[in-house]
């Protein structure tokens, strides 16, 4: 088993629609969560960060159930701009970060 | 938030030669320095972890031979991609964490390297 894994996708989406990516963890001891989100041909970009229950930003909501390990990241009123790659990202304490291989959004008009 | 730099953007380079790579932290310092490599649609992996002032610790399966590591200052970590071949065309990304003020879960990435050998 993946220690960090992701829905598969691709996720094919109309503009104003809600999405919502899964994650799970194997590592029960994994400190803080975070969801990435990584252009094409570029370096990834932290959009939430998740420390206890769940954060909300805007039209993102990142949520935490640290009895079940999983995370999810909603996106409300999905924009064209919000095509991407989205990355769960996993720390579980020293240097060791582990990245989920990610889900592909497409947004459409 | 913190900045990441790195440099070259992009390099082609022909096979046999080497290629350095420089991750800098613009401002903060940075004791601790992450390289990672990606493939097209696929995740990054970690390679090594690059430590201030003492030896990288690689991931299994990288060659430490292959890819050299210097960590030689607070802000710069270096990548050397010793007689590069076809296959180590790649998206080569360095990230840094701030050990001063900010959480040390989070990492900063540089704009990352693109790689392609001839």
């Known amino acids: 088993r993946k220690e960090v894994e992701q829905d598969p996708g691709p996720f094919n989406v109309p503009e104003g629609a809600t999405v919502a990516f899964n994650c799970t963890y194997s590592n029960s001891a994994s400190q803080s969560f975070f969801w990435y989100r990584q252009d094409c041909r570029k370096e990834p970009k932290l959009l939430m960060s998740?420390?206890?229950s769940g954060n909300e930003d805007g039209r993102f909501t990142a949520q935490l159930n640290r009895a079940s390990q999983y995370i999810s990241l909603l996106i409300r009123d999905s924009k064209l701009s919000d095509s991407a790659t989205y990355l769960c990202?996993?720390?579980?304490?020293?240097?060791?970060?582990?990245f989920g291989a990610g889900t592909r959004l497409f947004v459409k008009a | 938030g913190a900045v990441v730099s790195q440099h070259p953007s992009r390099v082609i380079c022909k096979s046999g030669t080497s290629v350095k790579i420089e991750c800098r932290s613009l401002?903060?310092?940075?004791?601790?320095m992450f390289w990672y490599r990606q493939f097209p649609k696929k995740s990054l992996m970690l390679m090594a972890t690059?430590?201030?002032?003492?030896?990288?610790?690689?991931e299994q399966g990288v060659e430490k031979d292959k890819f050299l590591i210097n960590h030689a200052s607070l802000t710069l970590s270096t990548l050397t991609v010793t007689s590069a071949h076809p296959e180590d065309s790649s998206f080569y990304i360095c990230s840094a964490r701030d050990q001063d003020g900010r959480r040390l879960d989070e990492q900063y990435f540089g704009p990352g390297t693109r790689l392609t050998v001839t």
């Open positions: 990202v996993v720390y579980t304490g020293g240097f060791k970060t582990i």
């Open positions: 998740v420390y206890s």
């Open positions: 401002d903060f310092q940075a004791t601790t």
């Open positions: 690059s430590n201030e002032g003492s030896k990288a610790t690689y």
